[in-house]
């Protein structure tokens, strides 16, 4: 019971690390692409090349977050991550320029990586069995979604009334406030070579429909607003007041979730086809009070499917080598949110005043994962317990 206690109080002190900083994020996350859009006066495609470019600097950050965090330790690597991340933000604020607001927020992200490759890591160094890790992260997202829930609303009030340099300075200044609690974590590295991966083909084959999955999940942010603020005037603070939905539902239910869910991962499929269809429904949209009904159902979807997908990528990595191998998980979700934002910036070039074009073809990521995970579960029976 003690030992079950104090691993309970250590998943309870990272959900709240990640809710300070998932605050400290998401007040300027959701509206980085479009104010690169509007604030700054780039184009389209412009903001396009921005997501493309993320992505490579994601892939760099995986692969390196995953050698720093087994080589350092998580936690030493959680504390650097979180304050080089803080001087990126600080420089972006300072010098407010097109090019180094860009530059600065694609430093930012490559620290925000190394800090999600050693965050998911050790809460597999801390618990075993999918049951387990999906309750673990099922309340490592509680924390996180508190920050994510409050955050684009403050973001969205401070981009409206002030401006998205103000959103750079605070974000900043507010991720600092973490930095002693990683502190009193306990520690856990890697073994083996710092070079050697040590892959097998079940955890390569998963990474696939992972891809797929987090093209859709990363659509909540840029494409959302761009659309409804496009195409039915909703104003930043109102679909703020979505993305706060969004997280308020996750603090509230998806811990219940996690213990419904339970070792049930085959759940992952339902959970992408709810993810299609809530994104086509988008087409359809007229008004806030429906879009708020359709966030709700994006939201069920997200509950369901991320702690799986997490608990399923640790399950199937090697405990020697687990920061390398979530390092790897990371740069494919990361480059499934960027790609996704990026193909539907692109998408937009051509479909944003056609509705069911453009969400039809991102419901596509949704549909097709939901497959790949269906035939994929039932080859690895053994790992479902």
């Given amino acids: 019971m003690a030992v079950s206690l104090y691993k309970m109080n250590n998943i309870n002190k990272l959900a709240l690390i990640g809710g300070f900083r998932s605050f400290s994020g998401s007040?300027?996350?959701?509206?980085?692409?479009f104010a690169l859009y509007k604030v700054y006066g780039l184009p389209l495609s412009v903001v396009s090349l921005f997501y493309l470019v993320q992505a490579v600097v994601n892939v760099i950050a995986s692969i390196s977050g995953g050698i720093i965090t087994d080589y350092l330790g998580r936690k030493r690597s959680m504390a650097l991550s979180i304050l080089f991340?803080?001087?990126?933000?600080?420089?972006?604020?300072?010098?407010?320029?097109?090019?180094?607001?860009?530059?600065?927020?694609?430093?930012?992200?490559?620290?925000?990586?190394?800090?999600?490759?050693?965050?998911?890591?050790?809460?597999g160094d801390m618990y075993k069995g999918t049951s387990q890790l999906i309750k673990a992260y099922s309340r490592q997202r509680v924390g996180i979604n508190a920050g994510w829930a409050l955050g684009p609303l403050v973001g969205g009030y401070i981009f409206t009334f002030f401006s998205f340099r103000t959103l750079l300075l605070i974000s900043s200044l507010l991720v600092l406030i973490i930095i002693p609690i990683v502190k009193i974590l306990p520690d856990f590295k890697g073994a083996g070579s710092i070079l050697n991966f040590n892959l097998n083909k079940e955890f390569l084959t998963f990474l696939i429909p992972t891809f797929l999955t987090f093209a859709i999940?990363?659509?909540?942010?840029?494409?959302?607003?761009?659309?409804?603020?496009?195409?039915?005037?909703?104003?930043?603070?109102?679909?703020?007041?979505?993305?706060?939905?969004?997280?308020?539902?996750?603090?509230?239910?998806?811990?219940?979730?996690?213990?419904?869910?339970?070792?049930?991962?085959?759940?992952?499929?339902?959970?992408?086809?709810?993810?299609?269809?809530?994104?086509?429904?988008?087409?359809?949209?007229?008004?806030?009070?429906?879009?708020?009904?359709?966030?709700?159902?994006?939201?069920?979807?997200?509950m369901i499917v991320t702690p799986i997908s997490q608990a399923l990528a640790n399950t199937l990595a090697n405990k020697d080598t687990r920061g390398k191998q979530m390092g790897l998980y990371s740069m494919v979700t990361g480059l499934g949110r960027v790609i996704g934002s990026s193909v539907s910036s692109e998408l937009m070039n051509y479909y944003l005043y056609y509705p069911l074009g453009l969400w039809g073809s991102i419901s596509l990521f949704g549909f097709s994962s939901a497959v790949l995970y269906y035939i994929i579960l039932r080859r690895l029976k053994s790992i479902v317990v």
């Fill in 217 to 302: 999940v990363g659509q909540l942010g840029f494409s959302i607003l761009t659309y409804y603020n496009t195409i039915l005037h909703f104003t930043e603070f109102e679909v703020g007041i979505l993305f706060a939905i969004n997280g308020l539902l996750i603090v509230a239910f998806q811990d219940l979730a996690g213990r419904l869910i339970g070792s049930k991962v085959k759940l992952i499929s339902f959970g992408m086809v709810m993810y299609g269809l809530a994104y086509l429904a988008i087409a359809f949209i007229t008004n806030l009070y429906v879009a708020m009904l359709d966030v709700v159902f994006i939201t069920i979807a997200e």
């Fill in 85 to 123: 991340s803080s001087i990126a933000l600080l420089l972006a604020y300072v010098l407010n320029m097109p090019l180094y607001v860009m530059v600065f927020i694609l430093f930012q992200s490559f620290f925000n990586t190394v800090y999600n490759v050693s965050s998911t890591a050790i809460v």
């Fill in 27 to 33: 007040i300027i996350w959701p509206y980085v692409g």
